[in-house]
């Protein structure tokens, strides 16, 4: 079986019986095109005659056409996935390993499948965080300081009020 990408048509040959997909360079497919695909995002294993796509708790999840994998649900032939914003059909492959294009039945042609976008009701704006490239430091700065001062009970705390300020 393959993945075919619905953005430049480019084929991933699922070769092994699990394989795992994210930005992480330990992957066994590197999506680091996207900054919604987690380090370690999804896998997609072969359990006898048949595929399924498991969720590893990512931010941004998985979704097989338009049900989300929680945690998982299977892969059939025609099949689109998502794994954050980066989406794909499933297809079987030939012996050649090009893909063989499913039925009219299993999958209707798109007009433009590069046009096709992410639902944004899909994606989880329940903390949405920056991911910053991996070949990039991460700086932070910071911009407010807080002080907060303790004042005991013990001490006298003195008013000051307009008619207390000097202006030159």
Do not use: T
């Not at 954050?84 to 297809?91: H, T």
């Amino acid at each position: 079986m393959i993945l075919v990408s619905l953005d430049d048509g480019s084929s991933i040959v699922l070769s092994k019986a699990v394989m795992f997909f994210g930005r992480g360079h330990e992957c066994d497919i590197v999506l680091s095109k996207s900054r919604k695909v987690s380090r370690k995002h999804c896998c997609i294993a072969q359990i006898d005659d048949g595929y399924l796509v498991r969720d590893l708790g990512s931010m941004n999840g998985v979704r097989v056409n338009e049900s989300k994998a929680d945690p998982e649900l299977p892969l059939n032939v025609g099949d689109e996935l998502w794994v954050g914003d980066v989406g794909f059909q499933f297809r079987p492959a030939s012996a050649n390993g090009m893909s063989i294009q499913p039925s009219q039945e299993l999958a209707p042609e798109e007009e433009n499948p590069k046009e096709k976008q992410v639902n944004p009701l899909f994606l989880s704006m329940d903390h949405p965080v920056a991911i910053p490239d991996e070949s990039q430091d991460l700086i932070i700065e910071e911009s407010i300081r807080q002080k907060i001062i303790d004042v005991s009970e013990e001490e006298e705390i003195i008013e000051v009020g307009e008619e207390d300020i000097i202006e030159d």
